[in-house]
């Protein structure tokens, strides 16, 4: 499986610090200049991150990503939807809760995907990922 980068990891845990499960926020600290940020904890270890715009009155992600968090504390691109359409499902999950199987490039395309998408989010938001205590 492909998790994402270390600096992606830092900013995910920032942005979701706080969050129980069914709670969620809005990060706009541009004053709308960029796409507001919407953070969601589904469950105790997936968590989505989006952006939406309004287009004839429905809206649309640009991109919505759903990561998973491992107990190594690392994130899975678990799926990826994009307005143009694009849904892709990465990873599959048995009854206890745990990776059954994955879509390698597709995981692997998205990783990437968000790591350039968290360095975006933390300059456009200015967004400083906590350092780790050493």
């Not at 990891?9 to 129980?20: D, K, S, V």
């Not at 969620?24 to 969601?40: R, S």
């Not at 990873?91 to 350039?116: C, L, R």
């Amino acid at each position: 499986m492909f998790a994402v980068n270390q600096k992606a990891r830092a900013t995910i845990e920032t942005l979701i610090e706080g969050l129980n499960v069914g709670s969620a926020k809005k990060i706009d600290n541009t004053e709308g200049v960029y796409m507001t940020l919407h953070v969601e904890r589904l469950t105790e270890n997936t968590f989505s991150l989006a952006h939406y715009y309004e287009q004839n009155g429905d809206l649309m992600p640009d991109p919505d990503m759903v990561f998973w968090r491992a107990l190594t504390g690392d994130f899975y691109p678990v799926e990826i939807t994009m307005a143009t359409g694009y849904h892709q499902k990465l990873m599959h999950f048995g009854d206890d809760g745990q990776p059954s199987g994955f879509n390698p490039k597709g995981q692997k395309d998205a990783a990437g995907f968000a790591g350039t998408w968290c360095q975006n989010i933390r300059a456009q938001q200015g967004i400083k990922p906590a350092k780790k205590a050493a």
